[in-house]
């Protein structure tokens, strides 16, 4: 095992981490630059009291935002809204895609059509996305209410608002998902599957004995991700609601928005954006470390 | 029996799925007159070619088109070009680079991007990035290259080791050896990663929006939203020709590269 | 915020590229370049936005102005984000609520006297009005040039108004309130609705149309704004609560709707009558279908006809490298003739009272008489020098108007929220 070092520093740095950082050097150039920088800047925003404007002088205000969210009634409500939503879609996005999955990993005719069509929602502009599902749901002419009979204003109703935004969040993420799960059932051996039906095991017991199994890895990355995703979904949800009515599809994010660009508390707006990561990393670090230990 | 419900069961997901393609091409052949009707009908009854007319004649839809195109492939290969060294390192080294590198992926995708619009901004401001596609294809790579991390990391480490090692015995021209070996291993990889890429990049509004602002070198997301007005009115047809024109060469990528997607992800996704 | 991050620098230092500062590169010996943002997005607006700039280009080629197309729900992301950036447009268009926020963090170039007579004059005071706010050190600065603004009208269908036999209302005759309640119940029959009342962003509408009573919905007293909800401001709540509720005039369904939504409805015979903005008459020309006969009705009446209005604007920031060159623009680009080109492009009404006299937006074809007409009610909306009115609007009166409407709470109970929650919001900005 000597091509592989443990990139520990000697006096003189040794060949491997000198390989390391040549490696690594295109990419740290403007990450660094791009992203760690305005990062940072916008992490330590959070214990400012910064504010729009031109000739505003920003002090360091330490705890105050945070204290201030504590309190917050719409911070609670929007990491309310946030929590149902991303939990709701993710599980959602995970099982449809899962069925299509199965479905494309079959021998029907017209595969590849069907594989290209799944792919729709990833290749539309999301801002294209909003404006047409604003038309779907519309109460008079969308295509919701004409094939349910229904007159339901679905955006602008206190109960139906979140569900109808979740449906479309389900829609839009589903490719990937399909994509990433199919990649992965395809990585089943077959011989697996012919061992079983020799021992008799029905589809459903092969699917849950057998595949379910094996795709656990590609599970486990593809519904952290989604979950992570989904939780920091912004514009989508903007363009349909812009968080109405009365808040019901406030998402976190567009509360930070809202503080942000609206009201010009750049500061408040940072402690919300680090509570946010803080809190989707906790989740998915109990997600994930479950999962590890369900694994070995 | 089942060969049936599993097409029947395909085809609603179809549907469900690929509904707003025909309702783009439907509205996007309608008159307003039509548009406004209480009961819409998926085919128009007086279909025409006004609203192309408009879309593609008021706005260069062609160009920004063009333009979405460079900055997208350019941002994609980019992307993979820098992401590949720096995931081969990461996933054969360890130590506490690794563990930076891995923990600044994880905080880039949770961290609010509006919140780093205004920094990142000014940073381009500094470097008289603004108003350029160059500036904008730098904020792309700087973007996508985490998810890409973690992509390519993950092929990496799929290839096993000792193939690499068979290489390197000699010692002398290392680096090259070891990439002659695992390149051809990684190129599904590649591919997939080179999609998202490029996909993410050809619909990145938000920081277009910011950045650019000479007419000659707005992007494809960018001119659709001039279709749409205050307080969400919209002038529907031009907006579904535009939208259609926007979506058409994704999905002529996808088909191209659909075959080779699958077997790409399937090693990343689960060494990821 | 501070204007230069460490870590650039550093970034620099690394980059060794020897970079430029400012993106707004000019030659002192070449022409002045100015990026003008509009917001246009008519075709027939874009069309006349584009050939008054060319016009302009054409005469003066020491000052050359570029066409920047923005969108409506974008572009205050886009301002906020250059303006805190350090790289501005050198004139831009907004409307004027957006620019009461932009005045007080001393974005903007104070216009008051650095523009010249003819242009003063040919607008009247209650249009400057809505552009005449603190500059957020306790001055009083005139941060844009107001030309077009927006009347609240009725878009009627007219068969079924001559079939019900109800009176069609002139400028010179409007109706009232009550003679509005009157006719929606005789228009409300055999699955037709009398009246429709798009409420998807219901507080502006309605503390514009609060002022046919008299209700401002804000009372400053010693520096301070606090929220007032009275007899004045709760008129035209109740009558729009009674014809939803009480009357049955009005489909309640509709109340969600954006302001085009109920055009489908509308021109179907679902609904008779639509309290709207005047430009949306835009919309029914184009998508009337053949044979639909429609009018304009002006403005209601209470106990006055005053409507609170807000205008679209043109304006500098004060970031601007070239302001006296911007400014030379706007008044060119908005006057009179200029403004009865942009007026009619939009569907909307002009301040220039030049303008306001020609005939190509006083004609009776689509409503115009009626509509420039109403343009003369229009007072500044009360809710426009309130600092924090977004935020009230947003977080506390969309969602109580919004439950109010819906008969989801009591009037007394709305009134109590928008005073008590509203006042805990403005606090905030009066620190």
């Known amino acids: 095992m ?185 990585n089943v051996p077959k011989e697996l599957y012919e061992a079983g039906a020799i021992d008799g095991a029905g589809t459903w017991n092969r699917f849950r004995d057998i595949t379910l199994p094996q795709l656990r890895p590609v599970i486990v990355a593809i519904t952290s991700l989604n979950f992570v995703w989904n939780f920091n979904q912004f514009s989508l949800v903007y363009v349909l609601t812009q968080g109405g009515p009365g808040g019901r599809t406030r998402l976190p994010m567009l509360f930070a928005y809202e503080e942000a660009f609206q009201c010009g508390f750049f500061g408040y707006a940072a402690s919300l954006g680090v509570t946010i990561m803080i809190v989707v990393l906790g989740l998915l670090g109990v997600y994930l470390w479950r999962q590890l230990r369900e694994a070995s | 029996m089942r060969r049936i419900s599993q097409y029947a069961a395909l085809l609603l997901y179809l549907v469900f799925l690929a509904f707003p393609l025909i309702w783009m091409l439907s509205t996007s052949l309608k008159t307003p007159q039509e548009m406004a009707s209480l009961n819409p009908a998926w085919i128009p009854r007086e279909p025409t070619l006004a609203n192309y007319a408009d879309a593609f004649g008021e706005q260069d839809l062609v160009g920004a088109g063009l333009r979405s195109l460079i900055v997208a492939v350019a941002s994609s290969f980019l992307t993979v070009t820098v992401a590949l060294p720096a995931a081969y390192a990461l996933a054969r080294y360890r130590g506490v680079l690794k563990r930076i590198a891995l923990g600044w992926v994880l905080v880039s995708q949770v961290f609010p991007f509006i919140l780093i619009i205004i920094p990142l901004f000014m940073v381009m401001r500094e470097l008289d990035l603004v108003n350029s596609l160059t500036g904008l294809v730098a904020v792309h790579v700087t973007f996508t290259l985490p998810f890409a991390l973690w992509m390519l990391q993950g092929y990496v480490r799929s290839v096993p080791r000792e193939l690499e090692e068979a290489a390197a015995v000699d010692g002398a021209g290392r680096m090259r050896a070891i990439a002659a070996v695992v390149a051809p291993l990684l190129a599904p990889g590649v591919v997939a990663t080179l999609l998202f890429s490029f996909i993410s990049s050809w619909n990145e509004f938000l920081f277009a929006l910011v950045v650019l602002k000479d007419p000659d070198v707005m992007t494809l997301p960018l001119t659709l939203v001039r279709f749409t007005g205050p307080e969400g009115v919209a002038r529907l047809g031009p907006l579904a020709a535009a939208s259609l024109a926007a979506t058409i060469p994704s999905l002529i990528f996808f088909a191209i590269i659909q075959r080779r997607l699958r077997s790409g992800l399937m090693a990343g996704a689960v060494k990821g | 915020m501070g204007k230069k991050l460490a870590l650039a620098a550093v970034a620099i230092a690394v980059l060794a590229t020897g970079c430029g500062g400012g993106g707004t590169g000019k030659s002192s010996d070449g022409p002045v370049k100015l990026d003008f943002l509009s917001l246009a997005w008519q075709k027939e607006s874009v069309e006349a936005n584009k050939a008054i700039v060319e016009e302009w280009n054409k005469a003066n080629p020491e000052i050359q102005v570029t066409y920047v197309q923005g969108s409506w729900d974008n572009v205050n992301d886009q301002l906020v984000t250059s303006f805190e950036g350090g790289d501005v447009p050198d004139v831009f268009h907004n409307d004027s609520p957006a620019l009461a926020g932009f005045a007080s963090k001393g974005y903007l170039l104070d216009l008051k006297d650095k523009l010249p007579a003819s242009l003063r004059d040919d607008i009247p005071q209650a249009a400057w009005d809505t552009v005449t706010f603190d500059d957020g050190s306790g001055n009083e600065g005139v941060f844009g040039v107001p030309f077009l603004q927006e009347s609240q009208v009725i878009i009627a269908n007219k068969k079924l108004l001559d079939e019900a036999g109800v009176r069609i209302p002139t400028p010179a005759e409007p109706w009232t309130w009550n003679e509005f309640g009157e006719a929606s119940k005789k228009l409300t029959k055999d699955g037709t609705y009398g009246v429709a009342w798009p409420m998807k962003s219901p507080v502006n509408k309605v503390l514009n149309l609060a002022l046919n009573f008299g209700g401002t919905f804000f009372e400053t007293s010693g520096g301070k704004t606090a929220v007032k909800v009275g007899p004045e401001e709760k008129a035209v709540l109740q009558r729009i609560h009674d014809q939803l509720h009480k009357d049955k005039t009005a489909d309640p369904s509709a109340l969600g709707m954006g302001t085009a939504d109920p055009l489908p409805g509308f021109f179907a015979g679902k609904y008779a009558m639509l309290p709207v903005g005047v430009y949306l008459r835009q919309q029914v020309a184009e998508q009337a279908p053949d044979g639909f006969e429609w009018v304009t009705l002006p403005p209601l009446k209470g106990t006055t006809s005053n409507q609170g209005a807000v205008s679209q604007t043109l304006s500098v920031p004060a970031d601007s490298k070239h302001q006296e060159q911007a400014v030379e623009f706007i008044s060119f680009f908005l006057n009179g003739k200029n403004q009865a080109r942009l007026a009619k492009g939009d569907w909307l009404l002009p301040t220039s009272q030049e303008a306001a006299s020609d005939p190509s937006i006083t004609s009776p074809e689509n409503g115009w008489d009626v509509a420039t007409a109403s343009a003369k009610d229009l007072v500044v909306a009360p809710f426009l020098k309130v600092n924090g009115y977004d935020e009230w609007k947003s977080k506390v009166a969309t969602p109580v108007l919004q439950e109010f409407l819906a008969n989801k709470i009591s009037l007394d109970e709305a009134a109590g929220k928008l005073v008590e929650e509203g006042n805990q919001v403005l606090e905030r900005y009066q620190r």
């Open chain 1, 2 to 186: 000597t091509a592989v070092a443990t990139g520990r520093h000697r006096r003189g740095m040794s060949r491997q981490t000198r390989e390391l950082w040549v490696l690594l050097l295109p990419a740290l150039v403007p990450v660094l630059v791009f992203s760690v920088g305005p990062l940072l800047y916008g992490i330590g925003l959070a214990f400012t009291d910064a504010q729009g404007g031109r000739n505003r002088v920003t002090g360091f205000s330490g705890l105050d935002n945070f204290a201030r969210l504590f309190t917050d009634s719409m911070f609670w409500q929007s990491m309310q809204v946030g929590l149902i939503w991303a939990v709701s879609v993710t599980v959602l996005q995970f099982l449809a895609g899962l069925g299509l999955a199965l479905l494309l990993n079959e021998r029907l005719a017209l595969r590849g059509v069907a594989r290209v069509l799944a792919l729709v929602p990833w290749a539309m502009p999301p801002v294209v996305i909003g404006l047409m599902w604003r038309l779907v749901y519309h109460p008079d002419a969308g295509i919701v209410n004409s094939t349910l009979g229904t007159d339901i204003n679905w955006l602008a109703d206190f109960s139906w608002a979140l569900p109808a935004v979740v449906l479309m969040g389900v829609w839009s993420g589903m490719p990937q998902t399909t994509v990433v799960l199919l990649a992965g059932l395809q």
